[in-house]
């Protein structure tokens, strides 16, 4: 008798070198045993090392592979990554909100690619929160985390950690002996997750990996802090395999 299959959704770019984007969400979900389906937003050029141009895919068709795969499955879990603006980003989680009112949405939000392409425009900032308000779950690191404006929004009274959504804050990118990440979940409890950090490790695509373990794990039935517990020990490993800038996680 065959098991009952997990399925999640990543909505993201595609990149070649299969590093980051919807090629690693899908492999990093797969590690888990979750199928993980996608939609692509974006035809990037690069490999590991180069970014040259993101090749936005334009609404029309990003709304037209949407539709295709909501017509065989309701997703419950889904991924967002790069996204082109906030307009963008509004119509996706208003598409899934329709079709799965009770989907969890993780949005992974991508400032600038590790080879220094800047994605997010800093006109759209404000466009953001209400969005926010419409998901689950968001991931940023240090920098998105500053270029959104998080504090000043929490500051001002525009943006409640948890309760209008949970966040976990990456801690990755910073000069501390250790990789702190912090959530602040919707039951208004705070949790942080610690390991060493890994001198002269930088890989490819982190962010994307360690939101996807995240949604498959949430997928297979874990708690949000137990899925980003699993996801971060998850992440640690993947730093410290394969050569080069690109992670081995099979």
Not at 24 to 48: I, P, R, W
Not at 110 to 129: K, P, Y
Not at 169 to 185: F, Y
Request: charged share 25%; hydrophobic share 40%.
């Amino acid at each position: 008798m065959s098991e009952k299959m997990n399925y999640a959704l990543t909505i993201a770019g595609f990149d070649g070198s299969a590093g980051a984007g919807i090629l690693a969400d899908v492999k990093a979900m797969a590690h888990f045993g979750v199928y993980c389906e996608a939609v692509c937003t974006s035809l990037t050029e690069q490999n590991e090392d180069e970014f040259v141009s993101p090749g936005w895919v334009i609404w029309d068709r990003i709304e037209a592979q949407l539709e295709t795969l909501f017509k065989k499955r309701t997703f419950k879990y889904v991924k967002i990554g790069l996204v082109e603006k906030a307009k963008v980003l509004k119509r996706i989680v208003e598409f899934v909100r329709e079709k799965s009112p009770d989907a969890f949405i993780i949005w992974d939000p991508i400032a600038s690619a590790s080879a220094g392409f800047h994605f997010m425009r800093s006109a759209d900032r404000s466009e953001f929160f209400p969005v926010m308000k419409q998901m689950d779950l968001v991931t940023p690191n240090l920098d998105e985390y500053g270029f959104l404006g998080l504090e000043q929004a929490a500051a001002n009274g525009k943006f409640e950690f948890g309760k209008d959504c949970a966040v976990l804050l990456k801690g990755g990118h910073s000069t501390d002996t250790e990789a702190l990440d912090t959530l602040w979940d919707k039951d208004g409890k705070q949790y942080k997750f610690s390991s060493p950090r890994l001198l002269g490790v930088g890989k490819h695509g982190t962010g994307c990996h360690l939101s996807s373990a995240i949604l498959a794990n949430l997928a297979l039935g874990h708690s949000l802090p137990e899925s980003c517990k699993i996801a971060k020990d998850y992440l640690n490993e993947l730093l410290q395999s394969g050569e080069g800038r690109l992670a081995k996680d099979f």
